[in-house]
Nanobody
Framework: QVQLVESGGGLVQAGGSLRLSCAAS????????MGWFRQAPGKEREFVAA????????HHADPVKGRFTISRDNAKNTVYLQMNSLKPEDTAVYYC??????????????????WGQGTQVTVSS
């Protein structure tokens, strides 16, 4: 069982930065790959980024590539999403999630076993 709690969301102007954190409970955190998704009003949940259990392998979705960076600290049971050069279209609720699935399935929400409650990110123009 893994429980996830996101933090770090807020209101920021376009071009600004935020760092989201996702704190996990449970001794098995380091055995899970972790992902970040986002969901804007009226839209489907969208893959943002994922990272392997070791932190070596990372995958970022094209809309955020070069602007967002996923990382993790297994000693702190925490995964991060550094978001730079934010745009109004990045406005959404951001969720972290945990999976033991294959990396080929990382972009699919169905691959994830555990989800956090989400944190709101709003980017003003």
């Amino acid at each position: 069982q893994v429980q996830l709690v996101e933090s770090g969301g807020g209101l920021v102007q376009a071009g600004g930065s935020l760092r989201l954190s996702c704190a996990a409970s449970g001794r098995t955190f380091s055995s899970y790959a972790m992902g970040w998704f986002r969901q804007a009003p009226g839209k489907e949940r969208e893959f943002v980024a994922a990272i392997s259990w070791s932190g070596v392998r990372k995958h970022h979705a094209d809309p955020v590539k070069g602007r967002f960076t996923i990382s993790r600290d297994n000693a702190k049971n925490t995964v991060y999403l550094q978001m730079n050069s934010l745009k109004p279209e990045d406005t959404a609720v951001y969720y972290c999630a945990a999976t033991r699935g294959d990396s080929s399935n990382w972009p699919s929400p169905n691959a994830y076993d555990y989800w956090g409650q989400g944190t709101q990110v709003t980017v003003s123009s």
